[in-house]
């Protein structure tokens, strides 16, 4: 009985170490992209490799070494991260058979400060009767930028936005129709998971004449134009939003209308939905290259129009659409291809590794990476990694040469056999 469990205990090692007598390099384990977490808040990361026997880690922080090389540990701690902290990590794994990268997470610290410093005339905005104003925040010191709500206060009553006012995810406050009871004071709010900042008062003041006569035919002009936006597929936001607000003297006469590329935008319910007087427009889970192009808002009146608009990437992490078996096999000699062609905007940048050090070898025009005659030196692990501002992929391999005789293993070395009955470590 014992001995039969030893004989189990063993068969189970060799397992472990080999299916086939051969040791075996590290290997990947599926691991997230993003990692995201508060100042002050502890960071750990698990290298994500498995393999038999002691693995010699080292972890990099953009691409620069962050741990001693060769460590025994696979977890990489930070005490209170600051948002210096930040950035891609990667960890290497390596033992006597091969050496690989994992793919890099992408740490993001968030915080939120406060307002930035403006100049003392940034608070006092003068507007005439009968026109508009627009109200821009400050510079907000925090991260991330899409997760603020914004609001605003107006004699400390909050501004409901309505048919005359109207506050931007990005947080300008647009008031239309100005008159004498929207002068006054007005502050800002920007809040977070992380709490709330406040900013000073602005005051507006009215004149009570409109400038040069401007709107007096009541055509309509834009008081804030789509802004040209960069939507990154990764980042955790599934809706693209752009916001066109125009003014008329006749603002009851105005409609919006909005096309993309030439083409005009029906709102469906599902990808596209218009809210508050057409004045945003939300493009739910937008994908590379449909959406992207112009956006252009139309304001009309009668016969007389105003336009604004905007240019709209969507980022789009890299997929390697080529396959690497987890293992090649390579006779000594033989000509092999390493193939890697991936898609993602922008267009992602191919690089090598070999035994987790980048190589340029050999890489033809197509990304893939040819051996020409595979000697002994040739053998290891060949990673293919795709890199676009968001994200990064990896595709593996391990070349095992092939010499015409049998492999002579390594182990297991340690036999015992109960006598009558049969082990067999292949
Ligand atoms: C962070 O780690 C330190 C030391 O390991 C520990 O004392 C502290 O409680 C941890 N903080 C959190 C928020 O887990
Ligand atoms: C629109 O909202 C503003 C600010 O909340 C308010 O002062 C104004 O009376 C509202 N207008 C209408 C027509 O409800
Ligand atoms: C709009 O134009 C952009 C840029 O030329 C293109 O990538 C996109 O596919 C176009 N989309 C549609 C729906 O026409
Ligand atoms: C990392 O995350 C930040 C914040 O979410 C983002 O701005 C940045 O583009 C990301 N970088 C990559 C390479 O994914
Ligand atoms: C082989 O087995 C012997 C006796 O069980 C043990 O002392 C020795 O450490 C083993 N060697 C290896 C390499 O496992």
Not at 362 to 390: M, P, W
Request: with cysteine; hydrophobic share 40%; charged share 20%.
């Amino acid at each position: 009985m014992t001995r039969n469990l030893v004989i189990v205990a063993m068969v189970m090692a060799a397992w472990v170490w080999s299916t086939n007598g051969q040791p075996r390099p590290p290997s990947l384990t599926s691991s997230s992209s993003s990692v995201l977490l508060r100042e002050g808040q502890n960071l750990t990361l698990e290298c994500p490799v498995d393999g038999a026997g002691d693995l010699r880690v080292q972890w990099f922080r953009n691409e620069q070494p962050a741990t001693e090389k060769g460590s025994l540990f696979r977890r990489l701690t930070i005490d209170a991260v600051s948002r210096a902290d930040a950035g891609a990590y990667r960890c290497s794994a390596e033992n006597d058979v091969g050496a690989l990268v994992s793919r890099a997470v992408n740490v993001t610290v968030s915080y939120l400060d406060d307002f930035g410093a403006v100049p003392e005339e940034f608070w006092q905005i003068s507007a005439s009767v009968g026109g508009y104003f627009v109200l821009t925040p400050p510079p907000l010191r925090a991260n991330p930028l899409h997760d603020i709500a914004w609001r605003w206060y107006f004699h400390d009553a909050v501004v409901f936005p309505n048919r005359t006012h109207f506050v931007s995810s990005t947080g300008t406050l647009v008031v239309l129709e100005a008159s004498a009871e929207k002068a006054g004071p007005y502050k800002v709010e920007a809040t977070s998971a992380l709490g709330r900042v406040s900013s000073r008062d602005y005051v507006v003041e009215m004149n009570s004449e409109l400038q040069n006569g401007a709107f007096s035919g009541g055509d309509p002009t834009i008081a804030l134009a789509p802004r040209d936006t960069v939507f990154v597929r990764t980042s955790g936001q599934r809706e693209l939003v752009l916001e066109c607000v125009a003014f008329s003297r006749s603002l009851d006469e105005v409609v919006i209308n909005w096309h993309h590329n030439g083409t005009r935008i029906v709102p469906d319910g599902i990808q596209y939905e218009l809210e508050q007087f057409s004045r945003r427009l939300r493009v739910n889970n937008p994908s590379f290259p449909k959406n992207s192009g112009v956006y252009a808002c139309e304001a009309t009146r009668s016969f007389t129009s105003a336009k604004g608009q905007a240019w709209v990437e969507i980022y789009e992490e890299p997929e390697i659409t080529s396959t690497m078996p987890p293992e090649t096999p390579g006779s000594l000699g033989q000509s092999i291809t390493l193939p890697c062609r991936a898609r993602g905007w922008p267009r992602p940048l191919l690089k090598w590794f070999k035994n987790a050090v980048p190589t340029s070898k050999s890489i033809a025009e197509d990304g893939s990476l040819i051996i020409s005659s595979v000697t002994e030196e040739d053998k290891g692990i060949y990673q293919c990694e795709a890199i676009n501002a968001a994200g990064s992929t990896l595709s593996t391999t391990w070349l095992r040469t092939e010499a015409s005789g049998p492999v002579l293993s390594e182990r297991p070395n340690n036999v015992s056999v109960t006598v009558g009955q049969e082990a067999k470590f292949l």
